[in-house]
């Protein structure tokens, strides 16, 4: 399990960004208070996603985070109905998945299934 990712955004984005992870199932938190006036957490299950505010964010061109989610038709619809465009893509492991840019430019995979364990037997 990751236990969260740090993802640089604009002050200016950050409402926006909130509104995002929302959609996709994502809670506001407390951040500890060193870094309350730095940060926004927001966690569903046992991950967490910060959002960590700088005027100069970088968001990396093809890294991405990866989330899957067993509401996934339902949580397509609600990022299309809020004006997001999601890319589908070639399903992998036999699930669907789509890309979708979060406010601020990261990208973000939604997954219908996680990916295959290379260990498994085949």
């Known amino acids: 399990m990751i236990a969260h990712v740090a993802l640089e955004t604009a002050p200016a984005d950050g409402a926006a960004a909130e509104e995002f992870w929302r959609l996709l199932g994502f809670r506001p938190v407390k951040p500890p208070p060193t870094l309350s006036d730095r940060a926004a957490w927001l966690q569903r299950g ?6 960590l505010w700088t005027e100069d964010p970088v968001a990396p061109p093809k890294g991405h985070a990866a989330l899957v989610l067993d509401d996934y038709d339902h949580t397509l619809a609600r990022l299309r109905d809020a004006g997001y465009e999601v890319e589908p893509r070639e399903e992998h492991w036999a699930a669907p998945r789509a890309f979708v840019r979060a406010p601020g430019g ?4 939604v997954m219908a299934a996680p990916p295959n364990d290379p260990a498994a037997p085949r």
Request: charged share 20%; proline share 0%; aromatic share 0%.
């Open 46 to 51: 046992q991950t967490q996603v910060h959002l």
């Open 106 to 109: 990261h990208r973000v995979e």
